[in-house]
């Protein structure tokens, strides 16, 4: 009976709990597993915001999952991302509670230098696609501030200071970054920005040319200066840029974004900065061909100015002969004044006496008017004569009555034209009692303002002339005529 109520056995196997097993389970793959290096590809990359990030290594047979804790990211060497071959460095490990096992990694590396060089060839065609590589500024001949983004131990700052202290010294500003390393990327970049984002008054000096250096090294440490954001930073300095990166066979992507590549820290020294030697014999030179120039200039100047002195006639001598000239012409004109004024009366005396006399003119008008009085009266007589004759038939037919009152009539109106004839003659004026006033030379005078005291008048009258001698000048109006 109690044979029946003992449960079987299962002979010498152990027995074992989950945990146990998943803690043998780990402890077995840490210990075989302590520190390995691991190639794949990376996938299914993904960042916590704990800061831890998980992704998966595989190749054409497997797939291995991992982690880089938190602690471990900064020390990683690179950033992961998906389609990256690299060689992962860590630890196996378990994690029970899935019954899984992971690769706990400390440090990723490029799987070779081809891979290396893929990922730069093709990050370098998405930049030049983008024409981040198309900006080539000219450089300051001589910056006053010179930038550098470097380390700040080593043997690149103190040949950098060396060699701009030999050529021509000018300061230096340094902003110290790590050159290799994780988070090496982001500090370069975040110094070029800094550079860049100076104002170009403030406290600190904002440089005139920038050069960012480093050392000579393998591709993998030369990394951080192919990162897209140090490529990025580079071509978007507003400072012109100088890249001296590795030896001059080295060539990085910040080289083609840059306004000038260097092959070594040296020599971007010396593209900062010319030779101080030089640039002082290179301006004496210049003075002296200045010198020498205005020398040459002021020699042929004067020789043109001789040249044109010699052509130009004697200026004393043409003074001399105008002040001759203006002499004679005034002395000339002195003597053409009275002369001409001479001349002028004699002309007008020889005018005068060619003109007729006041007694002439009015003998001349009565003449022609006696004339025309009659041609007037022959005219008329004989228009009377006509008209009789033309009328005599009339006349038959009418008798003696009607014409003689025609004829009456007629030689009325012909009475009054011959008194308003004889009215309007100076002879009628003169017989009513007036008399023309003339002077000496025989000119009317018309008002007594026109009489000089003492002058000889002659006197017309109906009967003749009379000669007469005047005591004064004209008498104010209303007060009579003065006395001959």
Same mark, same amino acid.
């Given at each position: 009976m109690n044979d029946a109520q003992t449960p079987p056995t299962s002979g010498n196997l152990p027995e074992?709990?989950?945990?146990?097993?998943?803690?043998?389970?780990?402890? &077995?793959?840490?210990?075989?597993?302590?520190?390995?290096?691991?190639r794949g590809e990376l996938t299914e990359v993904k960042r916590y915001p704990s800061g831890h990030i998980?992704?998966?290594?595989?190749?054409?047979?497997?797939?291995?999952?991992? /982690?880089?804790?938190?602690?471990?990211?900064?020390?990683?060497?690179?950033?992961?991302?998906?389609?990256?071959?690299?060689?992962? &460095?860590?630890?196996?490990?378990?994690?029970?509670?899935?019954?899984?096992?992971?690769?706990? /990694?400390?440090?990723?590396?490029?799987?070779?230098?081809?891979?290396?060089?893929?990922?730069?060839?093709?990050?370098?065609?998405?930049?030049?696609?983008?024409?981040?590589f198309e900006r080539r500024r000219s450089l300051p001949l001589l910056p006053r501030v010179i930038g550098v983004v470097s380390s700040e131990q080593g043997a690149v700052i103190q040949d950098i200071r060396t060699t701009i202290a030999r050529r021509f010294p000018r300061p230096i500003l340094l902003w110290p970054v790590p050159v290799q390393g994780e988070g090496a990327a982001e500090r370069i970049a975040a110094a070029i920005h800094g550079f860049s984002a100076l104002p170009a008054q403030g406290a600190v000096p904002r440089p005139d040319v920038l050069i960012v250096a480093r050392g000579g090294?393998?591709?993998?440490?030369l990394m951080a200066f192919n990162d897209e954001a140090v490529v990025r930073a580079a071509a978007a300095c507003t400072i012109p840029l100088i890249s001296a990166v590795g030896h001059e066979t080295d060539t990085t992507l910040i080289d083609h974004a840059a306004d000038r590549r260097a092959p070594?820290?040296?020599?971007?020294?010396?593209?900062?900065?010319?030779?101080?030697?030089?640039?002082?014999?290179?301006?004496?030179?210049?003075?002296?061909?200045?010198?020498?120039?205005?020398?040459?200039?002021?020699?042929?100047?004067?020789?043109?100015? &001789?040249?044109?002195?010699?052509?130009?006639?004697?200026?004393?001598?043409?003074?001399?002969?105008?002040?001759?000239?203006?002499?004679?012409?005034?002395?000339?004109?002195?003597?053409?004044l009275p002369n001409l004024v001479v001349a002028r009366r004699a002309a007008l005396d020889r005018l005068a006496a060619r003109l007729p006399g006041p007694q002439a003119l009015l003998d001349a008008r009565a003449a022609a008017l006696a004339l025309l009085g009659q041609r007037l009266g022959a005219a008329l007589r004989h228009s009377i004569a006509g008209r009789r004759q033309r009328a005599a038939p009339a006349m038959a037919?009418?008798?003696?009555?009607?014409?003689?009152?025609?004829?009456?009539?007629a030689g009325a109106r012909l009475e009054g034209l011959a008194a308003r004839l004889a009215s309007v003659s100076h002879e009628a004026v003169l017989a009513r009692g007036f008399a023309l006033v003339l002077d000496g030379g025989g000119r009317l005078l018309t008002r007594a303002g026109e009489v000089a005291p003492g002058a000889r008048l002659r006197l017309r009258f109906a009967d003749g002339e009379i000669s007469a001698r005047a005591e004064r000048g004209a008498a104010p109006p209303g007060q009579g005529a003065l006395p001959l």
């Open positions: 074992f709990t989950v945990s146990e097993i998943s803690g043998a389970v780990k402890r &077995t793959l840490e210990t075989a597993f302590a520190r390995i290096r691991v998980y992704f998966s290594l595989k190749d054409e047979g497997g797939k291995l999952a991992a /982690v880089a804790w938190r602690s471990a990211v900064p020390r990683l060497g690179l950033a992961p991302e998906n389609g990256i071959e690299v060689i992962a &460095t860590g630890r196996i490990s378990a994690y029970g509670e899935r019954s899984s096992y992971q690769l706990i /990694v400390e440090r990723l590396d490029y799987a070779g230098v081809g891979a290396l060089l893929a990922r730069i060839e093709a990050l370098r065609l998405k930049l030049a696609a983008e024409g981040l090294g393998s591709l993998e440490d070594t820290p040296t020599a971007a020294a010396e593209l900062a900065v010319p030779v101080r030697a030089e640039l002082l014999a290179d301006l004496q030179h210049r003075a002296a061909r200045l010198a020498a120039a205005a020398n040459a200039l002021v020699k042929d100047r004067r020789l043109r100015l &001789t040249a044109a002195a010699r052509a130009l006639p004697d200026l004393p001598a043409l003074l001399g002969t105008s002040r001759q000239r203006l002499d004679d012409r005034s002395e000339r004109l002195a003597l053409a037919r009418l008798g003696p009555a009607p014409l003689l009152a025609r004829l009456r009539e």
